[in-house]
C-alpha cells in the first residue's frame, strides 16, 4: 500500500475526531464503502455524530449477489465527539490518511425488495433479521482529496453541509459474517470524513458516483445542487497516484417511478487537462433511504453500481439525493 499524499489542506490529525463546534447541528461523520467485484457484494457503512444533539446517525448497508439487501440504521444517544463508536459499529485510525479499521457487531433487516424502504418501520416489522459481525482494514490506495474550508466561517450554520470534507480510495479486507456465515472480503472502495453543521435539507440535489477500479484507475464525481439554479460541478481521476480534477460533467440518468430511483447513468467528464472521458454506470442493488427534519423529508437513492470507464468495469456506489 501507499503512504498517500494529500490534494489540498488536510493533515494527518484531521483523520480523528475534532473539538465539537458550538453550533447544534455540528456533524462530524466518516463513510466507508467496499465492493468485492469478484463476488458481487459490497456496501457502505457510516456513523454520523450530532453530539450537540446528543445522538449519532448510524448506517449499515450491505447488498448481496442474490439482490437482497441488508439495512440498519440507529440513533443512538452521544454524549461526546470523542470518537467514532456508536450502536455497535466502530471506526479506528490505525495510520492517519492510510490505515483505517471498521467494525459491526449488530442486525439488520433482510430485504428482498428494498423500496419497502419507503416505509421504514413497516420494512423493518415485516421482515427477517440477521445477525451480522464485520471486521475490515482500509488501507490507502490513491491520494487523499480535500479541503477543510469548504464553506466560509462566517456562513449561517443552518445552512450548513460540509464545513470540511476529504476522500481516499481504499483496499479493503477481512470479513463479513451473516448469521453465522463467514465471507472472507477482497474490496475496492471510497472513505470520506466530514465535519462541521449540517442539515440533509440544506441542498436542493447532489448526484455522487464514485468506484475504485483498484490501484490504477480511481474515480469520483459530484455535482451539487444547493438550489435549483446553482450548480458545482468537480471530482477526480486518479490514474496510477496521479490526480486530474474533473472540471466539467456531462450526466445523463434514467429513472424509474417518477424520477426518483436511479437506475443507469452515463457521465461524460471533461478534465483540467482537456482530456474526455467516459463514465457508464449499472445499477445492480438499491435500496432508497430517507432523513426527515422540520415537515422536509430527503430522498437518497443508494445504488452499488457497476461502472464502466477507460475499458475497465468494477462495482462502485451512486448516490442520488433530492428533496421530495
Known sequence: MVSAPVYGDIKPEDDYTHPLGPEQNFNESMYFN????????????????????????????????????????????????DAFDAGGMKFETVEPLVKLRTTYEGHAVSLKDAKQMADPGQAFRQNPHQKVSIDMLHEAVAPVYGQINNERADADPERGFGRAH?????????????????TQIDAYGLRDHSWGPRYWQNIYSYRWLTCSFGPELNVMV????????????????????????????????????????????TANLGLESGEQVTLEGLVKGYIPLRNRRAGMVTHIGEGMTEYLCLGRTALGISEYLDQV
Open 34 to 81: 467496499f465492493f468485492d467485484n469478484a463476488r458481487g457484494f459490497g456496501g457502505f457503512l457510516r456513523i454520523g455524530n450530532r453530539a450537540n444533539e446528543k445522538y449519532a446517525e448510524v448506517t449499515l448497508t450491505l447488498y448481496q449477489p442474490n439482490g437482497t439487501v441488508l439495512f440498519n440504521w440507529k440513533r443512538p444517544e452521544i454524549e461526546t465527539n
Open 166 to 182: 476529504y476522500e481516499q480510495h481504499m483496499h479493503v479486507t477481512g470479513t463479513v459474517t451473516i448469521d453465522g456465515e463467514t
Open 222 to 265: 459530484s455535482e451539487i445542487r444547493r438550489t435549483p439554479e446553482e450548480r458545482t460541478q468537480g471530482g477526480v481521476i486518479i490514474r496510477d497516484g496521479k490526480l486530474e480534477r474533473i472540471k466539467t460533467i456531462d450526466l445523463d440518468s434514467a429513472f424509474e417511478d417518477e424520477r426518483i430511483h436511479h437506475r443507469r447513468m
